[in-house]
């Protein structure tokens, strides 16, 4: 009987410091990821508000801009910038979200389709915009129409005889270079338009991404796509705002707005 | 004879029991010192994480009202008791671009939120508004 309670406290003491240990382990580890997921939560916010301001920035940068100065719709910087200490966004996207193009002037006349203008959205040097492709649609009532030739800037970009959808690949890809409006001259087709309903151009760039736009009937619209990413310094937690927006040429002080708005899980990396 | 024997058997066992007694409680309380400090600091960060959600919320609801509210009335503000829960709340406005006289401009809004009667900021959240800016809501 006594053999038997022989080192009892001290076993009682170590298993009672192994639970506590276990215990306290244990409470320390779910305070830890509380505070960790607390943390976040706070970060979260503050990125989402910092996108916020990248957006905001940038409108009133195109906007101001517009006002302005004649010959350009605006733009607007990418790449980083500071808010607060060690608060930034950074603002970027792909080429096709930097490409403006006013479908507000568009007209047809004879075999050709004119009044359509393009721009550049950012006077930065990355991303580069580029037209690798016009991918020209029609649709038109009697008889059906073949596209000859795309004119931008003065001169002929493309040539050739294609119905539509006609894949206009232009041979050399035509660049956006500085902030000035740039007119899409004409679409030249091979005889009369009239009694043309509808057309798009699904303008495809070089870094892949693509626009289409309605361009015919002529239509109140220049859009532009901005993406801001809000961060916080020492943190790998990201926000991004994607917001498209309409100037609306025809109606800018009264009408122009944000026309869709949508947080993407796509962190903005370069500029 | 037999007594005798037990008498002199059972002081060593009694003896033996408060030495291992006089360890473990040593050991317990060498082991349990630093348990307790932690625990009395993760006691104290649960009450603080109570405050910093609390904040966070608190400023969070006030750049929301920020943003329903027309341009021209966003302007700094500091308010005591913030709706009423007891944390104190600044609102400072700034222009980064144009001015108040700009027909184009953007404000800068910073929110900070501090517990009544404690200086420590436990949130803090930063954008900017500019003017005339139209959503499709």
């Not at chain 1, 991303?127 to 020209?136: E, T, W």
């Amino acid at each position: 009987m006594l053999k038997k309670k022989k080192g009892l406290a001290l076993i009682a003491a170590v298993m009672l410091i192994v639970f506590v240990t276990i215990a306290v382990l244990g409470i320390s580890t779910f305070i830890t990821q509380w505070f960790s997921q607390l943390n976040a939560d706070q970060i979260s916010a503050k990125c989402l508000y910092l996108a916020q301001a990248g957006i905001h920035d940038a409108l009133y940068d195109v906007r101001n801009i517009y006002i302005s100065t004649p010959n350009t719709y605006g733009y607007y910087s990418t790449g980083l910038v500071t808010v607060d200490a060690g608060e930034t966004y950074r603002r970027g996207g792909t080429a096709a979200d930097f490409l403006m193009v006013d479908t507000s002037e568009v007209s047809q006349s004879g075999t050709d389709l004119s009044g359509l203008y393009i721009q550049k959205a950012t006077n930065s040097a990355s991303p580069v915009v580029s037209i690798d492709r016009m991918v020209v649609t029609w649709s038109k009532s009697g008889q059906s129409r073949n596209l000859r030739s795309i004119r931008i800037a003065g001169s002929n970009r493309w040539t050739g005889n294609l119905s539509s959808p006609a894949d206009a690949n232009l041979p050399t890809n035509y660049t956006l270079t500085g902030t000035s409006i740039i007119p899409i001259d004409r679409l030249r087709f091979n005889a009369s338009m009239n009694g043309l309903n509808s057309m798009s151009i699904q303008f495809v760039m070089t870094d892949g991404s693509s626009k289409t736009v309605t361009v015919y009937p002529a239509s109140n619209s220049c859009q532009f796509t901005i993406n801001s990413t809000g961060k916080v310094a020492g943190s790998s937690i990201y926000r991004t705002i994607k917001a498209t927006y309409d100037l609306m040429p025809l109606t800018f002080n009264t009408t122009s707005r944000v026309v869709d708005i949508d947080e993407i899980n796509t962190e903005i990396t370069s500029p | 004879m037999m007594k005798l024997t037990q008498k002199l058997l059972r002081p060593k066992r009694k003896g033996f029991t408060l030495i291992e007694l006089i360890m473990a409680i040593v050991v317990v309380g060498i082991v349990a010192l630093p348990i307790s400090i932690t625990l009395a600091k993760h006691v104290q960060s649960v009450f603080q994480s109570q405050d910093i959600t609390m904040a966070t919320n608190l400023a969070k609801f006030d750049l929301a009202q920020v943003n329903n509210t027309s341009y021209t009335s966003i302007a700094s503000a500091s308010i005591s008791n913030y709706q009423g829960y007891g944390y104190n709340l600044t609102r400072t406005v700034s222009y980064v671009n144009g001015s108040f006289f700009s027909s184009e401009s953007t404000k800068k809004i910073t929110v900070q939120v501090t517990k009544s009667g404690s200086p420590e900021v436990l949130a803090k959240l930063v954008t900017y508004v500019s003017r005339n800016i139209r959503y499709p809501f």
